[in-house]
C-alpha cells in the first residue's frame, strides 16, 4: 500500500511536469504570432517598419520568457518535488 501512494505520487509529478511543458509550445505559438503581426504590419507600411523592429524583438523576448519559465516550472516538478 505504501508504495502504491509513492507511485501514484511521482505519477502526479510526471502528469503536472507534462502539463507544464505545453507551455513551451504555447511561447512557440506566441513568438509566431508577434513575428507574424509584426511582417503583416510592416508589409502594409513599410517606412514604418525600421521603427518598430525593437518592439518586435521585445514581443519576442516576453513570450520566450514565459516558454523558459514553464519549462523551469516543468523541471522543478520533475526534479525537485
Not at 511536469?17 to 513551451?24: D, F, P, Q, R, T
Not at 502594409?44 to 520568457?65: C, H, K, M, Y
Amino acid at each position: 500500500m505504501e508504495g502504491e501512494i509513492i507511485a501514484y505520487a511521482d505519477l502526479g509529478k510526471f502528469i503536472g511536469a507534462g502539463l507544464a511543458a505545453i507551455g513551451s509550445g504555447a511561447a512557440a505559438i506566441g513568438v509566431g504570432h508577434v513575428a507574424g503581426n509584426f511582417l503583416a504590419g510592416a508589409l502594409r507600411n513599410p517606412s514604418a517598419a525600421a521603427a518598430q523592429t525593437a518592439t518586435l524583438f521585445i514581443g519576442i523576448a516576453f513570450a520566450e520568457a514565459l516558454g523558459i519559465f514553464s519549462f523551469l516550472v516543468a523541471l522543478l516538478l520533475m526534479f525537485a518535488v
